[in-house]
Structures are given as C-alpha cells and as structure tokens.
C-alpha cells in the first residue's frame, strides 16, 4: 500500500487499471485505423451506429431487472432526459445521479 486510510492505492490495482486502459485505447484506436482502411457499407454503418446503446443496455440491463424502486425511478429519469435531449451522455448522467439520490432517499 502507498498510505494508510481510507484513499489508499495499491500498486497492483493501479497497474491493472492503467493496463486495462491502454488495451481500451490501443483497440479503439485500431478499430479506428482498420474502419479507414475498408469500405465501410451502409448496413455495417447502420450497425456500428447503435453499437454504444445496445452496449449500454446489455450492461445495465441485468441491474434493472433485478433492481428495486430506485433503479426503475433512476430509468424513467433516464428515459425523460433522453426523450428530452436525445443526449445519452447527459442521459447517462442524469441516471447515475439519480440512482444515487434514489438509494439515499428510499
């Protein structure tokens, strides 16, 4: 351990994490690299356009459908902001911030 308390790092976490994300960044730069190489059809386009979503929800799917009141409260809110915005990021925010105050409150 680097110190004592409640913020303290280990090294091998550390390590892990930053390893984890230079595999991340090392394979979307390569999918980048290879997707401007190829001719890329409208149907793989299409596909590759509703790819971030559908990863969201194979992720978060699982938590709702075992989840409580909070968590189907935090989705409606996600779902009001995304109606509202068309923003997954702020969607996604809004979400995290209300499941929060959902789990406080309830």
């Not at 194979?58 to 709702?64: D, F, R, S, T, Y």
């Not at 969607?91 to 959902?102: K, P, R, Y």
């Amino acid at each position: 351990m680097m110190s004592e308390g409640p913020l303290a790092l280990d090294p091998l976490v550390v390590g892990v994490v930053l390893a984890m994300a230079i595999v991340t960044a090392l394979t979307k730069i390569g999918g980048f690299w290879l997707l401007s190489r190829l001719e890329v059809s409208d149907r793989v386009e299409a596909g590759l356009s509703v790819l971030p979503g559908a990863i969201v929800i194979a992720i978060l799917g699982p938590e709702l459908a075992t989840g409580g009141p909070a968590e189907w409260g935090a989705a409606g809110v996600v779902l009001a902001i995304m109606w509202r915005t068309e923003n997954i990021l702020l969607s996604l925010c809004g979400g995290i911030g209300a499941v929060v105050a959902f789990r406080a409150l309830l």
